[in-house]
């Protein structure tokens, strides 16, 4: 009895552990098809517009330290401190009683050498006569030509002295060599002022127009002027902005005025001079500003978010691609020209439409020592369109 009750459960005990066995085994083979889950960004052809933040500062145009050429006592201050004035207008009048005296007295002496050289002539030509008559000798003759030579030097020198006593005498009036902005002056009536002396009397800036000079490290202008693997369409016309340093803007562009070729031995750095108008006085010398240069547009340049971008013991950019079969591609030697707000512009290594892996990359260390796998994007892929990227570069400043 109990013989047969053994036979009548045992069936049952072994459906039940093939259950059991197909329950695991079924399990086994669902974990092991579970692809790891990533999230990923295809690369869309966009027109990166290549801008560049230096470090500037405000120089003026042309700049005009006044200096007497003449010593004596300041007579007249005759224009308002804080004030523009014009090319040619007198500053200051220097005491010219001395200078007129001067130039009277070089006045009469090249009167009196005119006088001597006429006198000169005059016997010339009555010796000329007496010689051919045999009355005088030649040596006679040729000491009166000398001596109508040598009035007639004097003559000259005498001239030479009365034109440096009227420039002496026109010195006394100090006069603005430059249109342009002038500030307070050093000296008041009264002051005893030497020609040549170290200090300025006042300064003259012109402010309009007026330059901003910029400094970049010379590696990275290197870079901007000579990257081989960067083709760019250079930008045309006025192509610097203009930020202060409370990140309000400058109304109006700017241009390039000029690329210094010289390094700055101390601190590895070229000069870019830019130029803006600047008829309401709203830059002033000296400020610290922010110029933004435009470099150019690179066409369908590749952007990629800088998450989906490592580097490797080797120093190497690498990157994570997802293939349109789920496989996971390691891809090594990355060439990335700058970055930007989160994204790499990458030159070589990533194509457009492909699909860069930017989470779950810890998942997938296995790919980076050659071991095939795949993955499964969680979501749709992300992209980066026109419109964003233009708000990137024109927030970039800030």
């Not at 009227?166 to 000296?187: A, R």
């Not at 002033?284 to 998450?307: D, E, H, R, S």
């Not at 090594?332 to 699909?355: A, L, P």
Request: glycine letters at 6%; a neutral charge.
């Amino acid at each position: 009895m109990r013989f047969n009750k053994l036979l009548l459960t045992l069936p049952v005990a072994l459906t039940s552990l093939l259950l059991l066995a197909s329950c695991d085994n079924n399990q086994s083979q669902d974990g092991a098809g579970q692809l790891p889950k990533v999230t990923v960004f295809k690369v869309e052809p966009l027109n990166y517009t290549l801008k560049i933040n230096l470090p500037g500062r405000v120089v003026a145009s042309q700049i005009a330290e006044i200096r007497p050429q003449v010593s004596g006592i300041v007579l007249n201050r005759e224009f308002e401190e804080s004030s523009n004035v014009k090319a040619g207008q007198s500053l200051y009048q220097i005491d010219p009683a001395i200078y007129q005296a001067n130039y009277d007295s070089a006045v009469a002496s090249v009167a009196s050498a005119k006088a001597n050289a006429n006198i000169a002539q005059l016997t010339l030509k009555r010796y000329a006569g007496l010689l051919n008559t045999k009355s005088i000798s030649q040596q006679e003759y040729d000491k009166a030509a000398a001596d109508a030579k040598q009035a007639e030097a004097s003559v000259l020198v005498a001239q030479a002295a009365e034109h440096a006593a009227k420039v002496n005498l026109d010195y006394t009036k100090v006069y603005s060599p430059i249109d342009g902005y002038i500030g307070k002056s050093s000296v008041t009536e009264g002051a005893l002022v030497s020609a040549g002396q170290p200090a300025p009397l006042a300064l003259v800036q012109q402010l309009d127009p007026i330059y901003v000079d910029m400094t970049e490290a010379a590696t990275r202008y290197n870079k901007y002027l000579q990257d081989e693997n960067i083709i760019y369409e250079p930008a045309q016309g006025d192509n610097v902005e203009l930020f202060f340093n409370d990140g309000s803007k400058y109304a109006l562009p700017g241009n390039i005025k000029f690329s210094d070729m010289t390094v700055n031995e101390t601190t590895g750095t070229v000069t870019l001079r830019s130029q803006f108008s600047n008829a309401e006085g709203k830059i002033l010398p000296g400020m610290f500003v922010k110029p933004q240069l435009t470099l150019g547009t690179i066409k369908n340049a590749v952007l990629v978010p800088q998450q989906g971008i490592t580097s490797n013991q080797k120093g190497q950019y690498t990157a994570k691609i997802l293939k349109p079969d789920n496989t996971v591609e390691y891809r090594q030697d990355i060439k990335i020209y700058t970055g930007i707000s989160g994204y790499w512009v990458v030159t070589s290594g990533i194509d457009v439409g492909e699909q860069v892996i930017t989470t779950g990359l810890l998942n997938l260390t296995a790919v980076e020592r050659g071991q095939p796998m795949k993955a499964q994007a969680v979501d749709k892929p992300a992209t980066l369109s026109q419109d964003q990227l233009d708000n990137i570069i024109k927030s970039s400043v800030k």
